[in-house]
């Protein structure tokens, strides 16, 4: 039964014979189609399109977008994915005719402009970072995590050195052992201690002649700097394994501290996080990394270069290189975004951005320290994490918790990871976010703690205002519909 | 100095630091060893105001040549097609783009059934049962492919046509030495698709995956048909990278007995921006289902009995499997396949059959006056549908140089990735060029050739 809250298909709204395009005519003489193509590889059946207007299409996804939270609708506090705001003029600036309709294999003197943003963001990242050199091809952190892995078997293997083991904490995202999996290496998982942070016991037994790598996030998915990576990255080196730096939380340190003076020898950066390339609903995104000179040679080609001259050029002699991750030069547009918001903020800027992110996150920590278990009672950055205990006591989950909250317009923090914590809530406010916000949702939070205890039922049945209520996730996974079929109504 | 993304007063400030007690922000990062502090100014590009970074934004595009300024006939995997104006009104809902993956359905349903029409709109074109949410572009989804076949089967080969993209083997190259899996790839024919001969020869029962192009780089149509009777004879997977606007007129890959169609739709609504971001897809037949990478959007009901849509099928993905997960992908290319969508409605059924038909007979009328024309050789005679190869007799370097003096982007230099079709251009024509660009390249041309 159709209610007034469900919003048809685009499908549903088609009708034979209706458009929504207009293509330039034909104005070559025509051939017989039988006289181009075999009969047996011409299409058979037209594919099932919808067939709407124009405006009928506009109405179509103005209504989906009204369905639809985004950093523009609200606050995004969402742990780990750094929900900051996304700047309008990258918007503009990527869909300039010169950045946005040119080609990738246009003769290199002809996209000059183009490649001058690629070398000096290549550049700028570096300093950032403080590594040698960067790539830009992978096209998210998750590519990057794994071209990064590439390039350290490869540097082993240069080295003849078999080694294959791949360390992570367990507070670490699950993207960091999948990708460990497909650079063809293996996971040891090893325990973080009371204080939140590496065991640095449990690194000391864990490094071996098999020891790849070290994967770390500092600060870590607790929000929560390893204050002992020095030693850390002196228990890996020695042991003749690398640092791998995840900067899923570079927003933390943007000018404080760099992966590259800490030791690490590798590190990704997620533009689309610290950067400012919007999410998009789940993409595109881009994460260039950056290695240390040790680990030059294996760099994915091609990688930009400034010539004599002074113009720029794509260099493809790389010999070592693990090869390519991506086709191109990466997702250009969002890289592009990147270097707009860095010439933006400037140096001075991006420290502010990350004091102003770690200010406004232990603001939150304390202020809600009170009604809700505060796991970890340290300074954090740029993130924190709270614990729902308290509240499961109660009968009220960190999932009631968290659908209550889109009850007062707000997107809720990652729950449930990391997995280390029970009923985990983490909490990234972002340095866009004025005090005035902070506060309100502040309130809300204290007001789901009141709740939870005085009228429970409120906090488990939410959320009461959305298009849609709780979805049935078991039986859309049991029995999976995964496209629209006209037969089925 | 105040930024204006950044909202905090010095008396924010203040009473932020009061409530937590202390005097400055730098007692915040105490917990850093000094040791390690990074403590210069980060030597990057220097902050500018708005309107001078404008321009020096437009500055820095107005030294691209671009589809504005010059006729472009290059292809090679990239095309300017023609764009719906909606695209970019409906992509440039902040709704959409500000958003992150949909985690909280009952406030991401716009973006969940956006998506869940984008995999079908997929599964109508590619004829598959099954796609999902995006990937990172063509070739990245043909290695996820490989490798998802590969461990289906249990079988480490996958054999790869040559003529299939260069960039996209060599990516699967990349992929495929990480996880343990040897690539060997067999040869085209004289009539420019793939050598059948060396097909069979080279894929036996050790095989995991076949991996062709429809249509290939070189523009030309394999007969899937044929192919697919030996692969499977042989208990290999079948997999189609597949241009999908060429799906609106030939057979599609699913009917014909592909197991996993994959491709890039950057011809739907997507800008070539110099090459990223694009649009992977990536559909299979109901029964590969659990094995596909990256994102699922699923059907279901809310309490009320309301339809609604969730992610789905996340078991098989790196959040909850971890190390065991089909792949690591998580962030996708979400606004791209939005993009890609909107300009499938737009186009809809009769306007994606129409492109598709513009494409074929333009790029035809093209070749037959290349044939025509003196000193050029067309070098194929396979069925193509929007590209062709013409033979230069001058290196396609300087051919294409002396084309952007008059104010054209000439073809692919297909010397690049094969060295025995040196001098060989690859031309694409697709529904935006006129009879009268064609005439006049091929005039233009001829005029270079024997100047």
Redesign the interface.
Known sequence: MRNDKEKALIFELSQPGRVGYSLPPLDVPETEIADLLPEHLIRETPAELPEVSELQLMRHYTELSTRNHGVDSGFYPLGSCTMKYNPKINEDVARYPGFASIHPYQPEETVQGALEVLYNLQRDLAEITGMDAVTLQPAAGAAGEWTGLMMIRAYHESRGEKRTKVIVPNSAHGTNPASATIAGMETITIPSDERGLVDIEALRQAVGPDTAALMLTNPNTLGLFEEDIVEMAKIVHEAGGLLYYDGANANAILGIARPGDMGFDVVHLNLHKTFTGPHGGGGPGAGPVGVKASLLPYLPAPIVVKQEDGSFAFHYERPESIGRVKAYYGNFGILLRAYTYICTMGAEGLLQVSQNAVLNANYMMRRLAGAYELPYDRVCKHEFVLSGVRQKKLGVRTLDIAKRLLDFGYHPPTVYFPLIVDECLMIEPTETESKETLDEFIEVMLQIARECEETPEVVQEAPHTTVVKRLDEATAARKPILRYRKEAL | ?Q?R????TDQ??R???Q??GIQS?E???????R????NR????????P?PE??K??????????????HV?F?G???Y?H?I?S?V???I???????????Y????????L?????F???V???TGM???N??M?????AMAEAS?MAAGHTGKKRVVVSRAV?P??R??L???A????VEVEEVGYDRSGVTDLEALTQAVDDTVGAVVVQYPNFFGN?E???EIEKWVHSKGALLIVKANPVA??????PG?LGADIVVGDMQPFGI????????CGYFATTAKL?RKMPG????????????????L????R?????????T??????????A?AAA?A????????????A??N???A??AKREFAKAKGMEVVFTA?FFNEFVIKLPKAV?DV??AL?GKGF?GG?DLGRSYPELADHMLLAVT??R???E?DSLVKEMEAIIHA
Do not use: W
């Open positions: 100095m930024y993304y950044l909202p905090q924010d400030k009473e932020m630091l409530a937590l922000v007692e915040l990062f105490a917990d850093i060893p040791d390690i502090r990074f100014e980060l030597d990057i590009t220097p902050a500018m708005e970074l404008v020096y934004m437009k500055g820095l595009a107005g030294k691209n040549v671009n589809f504005d300024t472009c290059l090679a995997g990239v300017q023609y719906p909606v970019n009104h409906v440039s809902r902040s709704e959409f783009y500000t958003a992150y993956t949909p909280q359905p009952e406030i991401s349903q716009g973006e059934q956006a998506i869940f029409e995999q079908t709109m599964c109508e074109l049962e099954v796609a949410s995006s990172y572009d063509g070739p990245t490798m993209h960039e996209a060599d990516i190259k990349t992929y030495y990480g996880q343990g149509i007969d899937l048909a799906l609106g007129i030939l057979e599609a009917k800008h070539a921006s110099f090459g990223g971001p694009h289902m994102r699922i959007v699923g059907q279901t009901k809310d309490e009320e009995g309301r339809r609604g849509f969730v789905t099928l996340q078991a993905e790196q959040h909850i499997r971890r190390e065991k997960a792949s690591n992908i998580c962030s996708n290319q979400a606004l791209n939005l909107v499938l409605t737009a186009l809809g059924k009769q306007g994606v059959q129409e492109m038909m513009l074929l007979q333009k035809h009328y069925p370097k294409n140089k952007l982007i692919y529904e935006l006129t009879k009268q064609i």
